[in-house]
């Protein structure tokens, strides 16, 4: 079976099932997965461009690959859908959308009315918030109906391999986020009062007190006692000439297809934006033979942990604050990206313009909370809450126990007395969804004897797992127990347990015991075991990633307890031992800049609304005309008239309004549509496949 578009080894992740179909995409005979999404079936057979628009005969790929835009959309089966929440199916016939999808002429349908359903709870999403909050209800007895639009349970939590920061106690801290998830759905077993319905969309709120919800039964209509939002967020996009190239997508998207399905879609990648998202997507890459050809923070320092980006730069990973990205250049797929530093205007700075070769850029620069369905919902007087990152962006250890809450709340609302929700856990979600907070000065730990760990951890993040596993609680905090930055005392036995759980990768052990001059230094190593060898030499890097010698791979091998982490021992000299702090992976001649820059397009080229391919140039104009009401752009430009319903351009407009410098306030909001998701109209009359 052809496995080049595949990812066929991974430190962290088993080899998927091959449960291999056939299907034709354009007329060409391809396999894939049985149930696999569409999109990613296609994408592992070597096609990235989906369709070309029919405005502008531009290419369109994939972008976010959670339902949210409409870049993916293939006709399958002669009706176009989203191909990234379609399962794949065998003898399916694939085409792309070139232009508009023609529509054949249909006989009237018989109505079939809707079914109807009853439930204390609805809850829309199924990640770790919503999950939190159905097993916080069932356990009280409620009759919750969870729905969720992707084929399993878990939400974000199942893209996420690296170990999750927070407290062991209360989110599982230390455990990678695909265990919890398999953790969480376990759990919520255990209660028949949950009804899970899967692959399921919820279209609309309704004035009535009732919401529509697309089902693989069919179109149902809900009416809760109380709804629950826990959608989570969708990612923001950026405009910039080139922005919507294939090959150009979300942070998400790439981890979807990584680390769901298993489809190398990458070769070389640039990534935009130094939050969590963009920095843990570097770290993915590589974990999956990907290299990364840096990474561009518009602001002086990364805003994700410090200990993620310290990660990438041990491993060779150049990030460039104070950069952004110009352009993205290529026509039917991406070929480089020129980024420049930018001045405290956020302006670019002549002259500093840098280009490299990539085949991906991914594009991590915030993410927006999906709250549509509760704002409508409180317009409707429907009781609603929202929980996760609906509620706020945060940590999925924050959403987890912000779900937590959240469903001891409803219980408390439902039974209309009081149900205490603790304050611990009210401190505790503060202190969980807290980012980043002060970095202490690096001091070098002088010990030359004996062995002991090096923590290279010096922010304030909310983090504890490395205090919970020492079997003689020999690392606290001399500030919060949760938050504080952790610290060691004397007397360790060497068991290496805060190396292997530490999810930063953030603590070494030097052991002098064996050798003096050269000491033993074990790292926490997620690579896999086909990167290095016994006896090689490597460049050991500090804490920051400076390189400051070499040292000899004495061996790998597996941490007993920590599955799909090793523990690297390394050879080093006396007077480096206690800095070291990584292994380099990448060496700096595959990250360098090409010697020259392409011609950058006007930065009124860039698309704001992919759907309908309107520019920012066109929307510049608009309002220099004085239009002042969305509804009114949205009618002249097409902007949010699309099928993802203004999800991804409804974020941009207004930068490009403040950038002409008109006050918010003098902006007539949009008016929303009734359905916040596209569907064929045949559901709502129960024809399915009409």
């Not at 959670?66 to 085409?95: D, F, H, R």
């Not at 860039?606 to 104009?621: D, F, H, L, M």
């Not at 909001?669 to 596209?678: I, K, S, V, W």
Request: aromatic residues 6%.
């Amino acid at each position: 079976m052809e496995t080049e578009g595949r990812i066929t080894r991974h430190p962290v992740l088993s080899p998927l099932t091959d449960c291999w179909v056939s299907f034709t995409f354009n007329g060409k005979e391809m396999t894939g997965r049985e149930g696999e999404m569409v999109s990613s079936a296609v994408f592992a057979n070597g096609e990235h461009i989906f369709g070309h628009h029919h405005k502008d005969r531009g290419a369109q790929g994939i972008f976010c690959a959670n339902g949210q835009c409409s870049q993916c959309a293939l006709i399958i089966n002669g009706i176009p859908l989203k191909s990234c929440i379609v399962p794949l199916e065998e003898g399916m016939t694939v085409q792309s959308v070139e232009g508009l999808p023609s529509l054949e002429d249909m006989d009237a349908p018989s109505v079939k009315p809707p079914e109807n359903i009853e439930t204390d709870v609805l809850i829309i999403g199924a990640g770790p918030s919503g999950m939190a909050a159905a097993k916080e209800l069932g356990a009280s007895g409620f009759n919750v109906i969870l729905v969720d639009d992707k084929d399993r349970l878990g939400g974000k939590l199942v893209l996420q391999t690296h170990k999750f920061f927070g407290s062991e106690e209360d989110c599982r801290a230390g455990i990678r986020g695909i265990k919890i998830a398999e953790i969480l759905a376990e759990e919520l077993k255990q209660f028949s009062s949950i009804d899970i319905w899967m692959e399921s969309v919820v279209l609309a709120v309704f004035s009535n007190g009732s919401i529509g919800v697309r089902t693989a039964d069919g179109y149902k209509i809900v009416r809760p006692k109380q709804l629950l939002v826990a959608a989570g967020a969708r990612e923001k996009s950026l405009p910039f000439p080139g922005s919507t190239i294939p090959g150009v997508y979300g942070a998400g998207a790439f981890q979807t297809l990584v680390n769901r399905d298993q489809i190398r879609c990458s070769e070389r990648i640039f990534i935009l934006g130094g939050g969590n998202v963009g920095l843990i997507g570097a770290y993915h890459a590589l974990q999956a033979g990907m290299t990364v050809v840096g990474l561009a923070e518009g602001m002086a320092e990364c805003g994700g942990y410090k200990v993620h980006a310290d990660k990438i730069l041990r491993m060779g990973v150049p990030i460039y604050t104070r950069h952004t990205v110009l352009a993205a250049h290529g026509s039917e797929n991406l070929e480089s990206v020129t980024i420049a530093e930018i001045d405290e205007n956020f302006n670019p700075v002549p002259g500093t313009e840098k280009n490299f070769k990539v085949d991906t850029l991914l594009v991590a620069v915030g993410l927006s909370s999906v709250n549509e369905f509760h704002s409508k919902a409180l317009e409707y007087g429907i009781p609603s809450m929202l929980t996760g990152d609906s509620e706020e962006i945060a940590e999925a250890s924050a959403a987890m126990f912000s779900g937590r809450i959240c469903g001891r709340r409803i219980v408390q609302s439902l039974l209309g007395e009081s149900v205490r929700v603790p304050d611990e856990w009210l401190e505790k979600a503060e202190v969980l969804k807290s980012p980043g907070g002060a970095v202490e000065e690096y001091v070098e730990s002088t010990a030359g004897a004996g062995v002991f760990p090096v923590i290279h951890c010096f922010q304030e993040i909310p983090c504890n797992p490395c205090m919970t596993v020492c079997p003689k609680g020999l690392i606290t905090t001399d500030g919060h127990p949760i938050k504080g930055v952790p610290m060691y005392s004397d007397d360790c036995i060497g068991c290496r347990k805060c190396v292997a759980i530490c999810p930063g990768l953030a603590i070494t052990l030097v052991d002098y015991r064996k050798n003096s001059e050269l000491p033993t230094v074990t790292v926490s190593w997620e690579l896999g075991d086909w990167v290095l060898e016994k006896d090689q030499i490597v460049t050991v890097t500090e804490w920051e990633g400076k390189p400051i010698g070499s040292g000899t791979v004495l061996g790998l091998r597996n941490a007993p307890g920590y599955p799909s982490t090793m523990l690297l021992d390394i050879a080093v000299p006396a007077d480096i031992a206690n800095r070291v702090a990584g292994v380099r992976v990448q060496n700096p001649e595959v990250t360098a800049s090409e010697s020259s820059v392409p011609e950058l397009p006007m930065a009124d080229d860039s698309i704001v609304c992919r759907c309908e391919r309107v520019t920012a140039g066109e929307i510049r104009k608009l309002l220099r005309e004085g239009v002042r009401d969305m509804n009114e752009l949205k009618s002249r430009s097409r902007a949010g008239f699309g099928a993802c319903g203004g999800k991804t351009c409804k974020s941009l407009i207004p930068r490009i309004i403040r950038g002409e410098g008109i006050d918010l306030e003098e902006i007539t909001d949009l008016t929303e549509r009734p359905l916040f998701a596209e569907t064929r109209l045949g559901i709502f009359c129960g024809k399915d496949g009409e």
